[in-house]
């Protein structure tokens, strides 16, 4: 039994042997100096002496397969072979220099191609870009003319050295990385690198003017662990590539800055580490707002004043006033969702309709009482000195009242008998020296007084007094409604 294990292991060698020796034998010169794939017979092909005993079952393609196997030296493109020459002992982790006292020059540049979205509430700035990087490798050179002219070539990112840039600015996680696009190697050693990626920055957001504001965004780019001194950062170009840039609905760059900077952080003093800042200016376009927030808001300020014109016995005075009240508060909201939660920048529309606001809680509550006036019960109060003092003296000449209220104290006989209405006394007395003037003019007092001790016609005159006070009001809560939104 053992005997038989021996024989046929020492089959198993010379079969072996014989294999290698026929391969060795039927090629000549180096593997790359042999271009030409070898011819096989339709009907079969030769084999070997040793593989005699396989050919009853391998077939005629089964067979050019495995004489091909044999001369697989001869059937390696060029790629192949240059790939696998200059990939041999070469370890992506080591910088591409071979004296490490030389630095890396990295030329860095963008092609922007979309402004994908600018959340405002979390201040962050969405971006399509295109990374252009290109720098020198020195393990990476070959002869052309070796490999048949074979100047470029596409490597695997994964396979070579890839200098670490990051977003400094960024508001994502760094665990996704670029697209793991192959980089364009030279015979030279010229190495570029331009993998698409989508980044999200953070940018300080200043929406005071919203949405007539300008907005100012960086996008800072350097080496997370090399400094100057082994990785060297420099710009590729002074602008950023637009040929491929897709204009955004929302926003407009007004322009573009690249600019490169040596910082010194705190955690390595005395070691600079380079960066390049892209500065993104954009403008907000405001055809949208115009139609959706701008002309309501204008539409229902008008609305507010137009309460006040309406007449007390409407009855739509305050619906109306609440109706534009609640509206406004449901455009304050609209604009509340899409603005930052920060105390260090108020937006401006805000204001005007937190104003406009107030005036028309206020216009309400003038409402009221207007038409608690104008609908005062039965049982009727003089109106206070003060009060009716003011509006007639302060008041009335400032709205331009003065002579509605001259000529309602001079039908109803007040500028004698009320000294609220003696400022229209000049204006009403005619000055006569006859008798005969002086015993008519005391006749009508006398008159006027007993006609203002009868309680019938106080009530009435009461009622024509709040009337002309009812007005005044009015006016003014309607020209100061207007002055208000003016000046907001």
């Given at each position: 039994?053992?005997?038989?294990q021996?024989?046929s292991?020492?089959l198993?060698?010379?079969?072996l042997?014989s294999t290698?020796f ?5 090629s000549s ?8 794939r ?11 002496n040793s ?7 391998l077939?005629?393609d089964s067979?050019?397969?495995y004489d091909?196997?044999?001369?697989e030296?001869?059937l390696?493109?060029?790629?192949q072979r240059?790939l ?8 992506p982790s080591?910088?591409p ?6 630095t890396?020059?990295?030329a860095f540049g ?10 405002e509430?979390?201040?962050i700035?969405t971006?399509?870009i295109?990374?252009e990087q ?27 050295w890839?200098?670490d840039i ?10 996704q990385g670029?697209?793991?696009?192959k980089a ?6 010229h ?5 698409p990626a ?5 940018c ?5 003017f919203?949405p007539?504001d300008?907005q100012?965004c960086?996008?800072?780019f350097?080496s ?10 420099t710009?590729r170009r ?5 040929t491929?840039y ?9 322009r573009?800055l ?5 910082v010194?952080y705190?955690c390595c003093?005395?070691i600079y580490?380079?960066?390049v ?6 403008r907000?376009?405001?055809?949208y707002y115009?139609f959706?927030?701008i002309?309501?808001?204008i539409?229902l300020?008008?609305?507010?004043v137009?309460g006040?014109w ?15 009240l609640l ?5 304050m909201?609209l604009?509340a969702e899409?603005?930052?939660?920060t105390s ?6 805000e204001?005007?309709?937190?104003a ?9 509550v003038l ?6 006036l104008?609908h005062?019960g039965?049982?009727?109060?003089p109106?206070p000195?003060?009060f009716k ?6 008041i009335a000449?400032v709205?331009g009242?003065?002579k509605t209220v001259?000529?309602?104290a001079r039908?109803h006989?007040l500028?004698?008998t009320?000294?609220?209405?003696r400022?229209f006394?000049r204006?009403t007395?005619?000055?006569s020296?006859?008798?005969r003037t002086?015993?008519i ?9 007993i006609k203002?001790r ?11 007094e709040y009337?002309i006070?009812v007005?005044l ?5 309607c ?5 208000s939104?003016?000046?907001?």
């Amino acid at each position: 039994m053992l005997f038989e294990q021996i024989v046929s292991i020492d089959l198993v060698l010379i079969l072996l042997f014989s294999t290698k020796f026929e391969c060795k034998t039927s090629s000549s010169g180096h593997y790359s100096s042999q271009r030409t794939r070898t011819n096989v017979p339709s009907g079969g092909s030769q084999l070997p002496n040793s593989l005699l005993w396989s050919s009853s079952w391998l077939s005629s393609d089964s067979n050019a397969w495995y004489d091909n196997a044999f001369n697989e030296s001869d059937l390696i493109p060029d790629e192949q072979r240059l790939l696998a020459q200059l990939l041999r002992n070469y370890d992506p982790s080591a910088r591409p220099v071979y004296n490490a006292s030389d630095t890396v020059s990295i030329a860095f540049g963008i092609a922007l191609t979309q402004l994908s979205d600018m959340d405002e509430r979390n201040q962050i700035l969405t971006t399509n870009i295109w990374l252009e990087q290109e720098w020198i490798d020195q393990r990476l050179v070959w002869n052309a003319s070796d490999f048949n002219g074979l100047t470029t070539l596409r490597l695997p990112c994964s396979k070579i050295w890839l200098p670490d840039i990051v977003l400094y600015n960024s508001a994502d996680d760094y665990t996704q990385g670029y697209y793991q696009s192959k980089a364009m190697v030279d015979n030279t050693g010229h190495v570029f690198w331009p993998p698409p990626a989508k980044f999200r920055s953070s940018c300080k957001i200043d929406v005071t003017f919203f949405p007539f504001d300008d907005q100012l965004c960086k996008l800072k780019f350097g080496s997370w662990t090399y400094d100057a001194a082994q990785v060297n950062l420099t710009k590729r170009r002074d602008s950023v590539d637009m040929t491929n840039y897709i204009r955004s609905g929302e926003w407009d760059i007004i322009r573009i800055l690249v600019k490169r900077n040596d910082v010194n952080y705190t955690c390595c003093p005395g070691i600079y580490y380079p960066d390049v800042t892209i500065y993104v200016h954009i403008r907000r376009r405001v055809l949208y707002y115009l139609f959706n927030i701008i002309f309501p808001c204008i539409w229902l300020s008008i609305l507010s004043v137009l309460g006040f014109w309406l007449p007390p016995d409407s009855g739509e005075k305050i619906t109306l006033g609440i109706t534009v009240l609640l509206a406004f508060s449901v455009f304050m909201l609209l604009i509340a969702e899409s603005m930052p939660a920060t105390s260090e920048m108020v937006p401006l529309i805000e204001i005007y309709l937190t104003a406009v606001m107030a005036f028309t809680s206020l216009s309400i509550v003038l409402t009221v009482y207007v038409l608690q006036l104008h609908h005062s019960g039965p049982v009727v109060l003089p109106i206070p000195h003060s009060f009716k003092y003011s509006l007639v003296h302060y008041i009335a000449p400032v709205i331009g009242m003065r002579k509605t209220v001259e000529i309602y104290a001079r039908e109803h006989n007040l500028i004698e008998t009320d000294a609220v209405y003696r400022c229209f006394y000049r204006a009403t007395q005619r000055l006569s020296d006859s008798p005969r003037t002086n015993s008519i003019n005391r006749k009508i007092k006398e008159k006027q007084k007993i006609k203002c001790r009868q309680s019938n016609i106080k009530y009435r005159e009461i009622l024509r007094e709040y009337r002309i006070i009812v007005s005044l009001l009015n006016e003014f809560c309607c020209e100061s409604s207007i002055l208000s939104h003016l000046f907001n």
